[in-house]
């Protein structure tokens, strides 16, 4: 069963441990229970968090390239937003449940990271901030909760030192390159019994 704290997950946890520490130089627009960052936003004023408000106007609080990295675990589905949403007792404006809202939060993320800094992006799908955004993937976590359940999905991208990288890039809408990872097969044993 997923947990609904995402940073409770054991291998997120250690990831966390290993790429965020302290967290300082951090921010975390959708925190909840458990962000190791520094600077911590919920919609939800029970959220242990130093901010509370619309992720969107937290993100645009910093200055550009200001920021060593950004976590971002947002609710996952509509579903996931309208039982955030009630849980406040706040009335879901049709905002929060398109695509552009989510496009401005990255637009405002693409902005703050330093060159060189680090965005760590949960959901049920790999598309993180992407090379269209100048963003590098380092590193991707596959989380099978069994079951119906979906799998948690983890990147890792680091936001490219040089300009020339942009203009490079000529993936258009596909954000990263396909990545295939696992254990080579064995080959087949010979003669054993
Ligand atoms: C998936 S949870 C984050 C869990 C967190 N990473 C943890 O492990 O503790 C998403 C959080 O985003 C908050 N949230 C939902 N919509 C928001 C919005 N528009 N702005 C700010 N926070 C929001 C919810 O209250 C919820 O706590």
């Not at 951090?26 to 939800?44: I, K, V």
């Not at 060189?116 to 991707?140: D, H, K, P």
């Not at 069994?146 to 991208?157: F, L």
């Amino acid at each position: 069963m997923p947990s609904r704290w995402t940073f409770t997950i054991l291998p997120v946890s250690e990831m966390l441990d290993r790429l965020v520490g302290d967290g300082r130089g951090w921010a975390d627009p959708f925190a909840g229970e458990n962000s190791p960052a520094e600077f911590t936003n919920d919609l939800n004023r029970e959220r242990p968090t130093t901010h509370h408000g619309q992720a969107i106007d937290f993100l645009k609080t910093f200055p550009s390239e200001s920021l060593d990295g950004v976590l971002f675990d947002p609710p996952y589905s509509p579903r996931q937003i309208k039982e955030c949403y009630d849980e406040i007792g706040l009335e879901l404006s049709q905002v929060e449940t398109q695509a552009t809202f989510w496009t401005a939060c990255k637009d405002e993320i693409e902005r703050i990271v330093k060159p060189g800094g680090t965005v760590i992006c949960f959901g049920w799908n790999s598309q993180g901030m992407g090379l269209s955004r100048g963003y590098a993937l380092r590193e991707v976590l596959l989380i099978p909760h069994g079951g119906m359940h979906n799998d948690t999905i983890v990147t890792v991208e680091q936001k490219t030192e040089s300009p020339l990288f942009h203009m490079a890039d000529l993936s258009g809408p596909a954000a990263h390159e396909p990545i295939i990872a696992g254990a080579a097969s064995p080959e087949p044993s010979q003669g054993t019994k």
